[in-house]
């Protein structure tokens, strides 16, 4: 099937940066909308931010302007650069992508999260 792995989680203070990485792999004939969310413990996962295969991109309000999704389709790995962090950014970040497998089925894929934490 399809694998996502995420990388680039860690510990920042509050105004630094940082840059996830999501690399799938698999059966993979071609990849849709790929994806961040992130979750905290007792809240319901949420949108960050998302790209299409055209490069059509959308954000959370709260991450306008700070954050940026940006994708390789060559190499199936979608990005996301993180600026001027806050400590409510703190969260498990989790990729996503929607994938048509080699079989031309498709498939909504998770990643399994990575830990940002944003100190103050």
């Known amino acids: 099937q399809v694998q996502l792995v995420e990388s680039g989680g860690g510990l920042v203070q509050a105004g630094g940066s940082l840059r996830l990485s999501c690399a799938a792999s698999?059966?993979?004939?071609?990849?849709?909308?790929m994806g961040w969310y992130r979750q905290v413990p007792g809240k319901q996962r949420e949108l960050v931010a998302t790209i299409t295969s055209g490069a059509y991109t959308k954000y959370a309000d709260s991450v306008k302007g700070r954050f940026s999704i940006s994708r390789d389709n060559a190499k199936n790995t979608v990005y996301l650069q993180m600026n001027s962090l806050k400590p409510e950014d703190t969260a498990v970040y989790y990729c996503?992508?929607?994938?048509?497998?080699?079989?031309?089925?498709?498939?909504?894929?998770w990643g399994k999260g990575t830990l940002v934490t944003v100190s103050s």
């Open positions: 698999g059966s993979i004939f071609s990849i849709n909308d």
């Open positions: 996503n992508a929607i994938v048509v497998l080699t079989t031309r089925s498709t498939v909504n894929s």
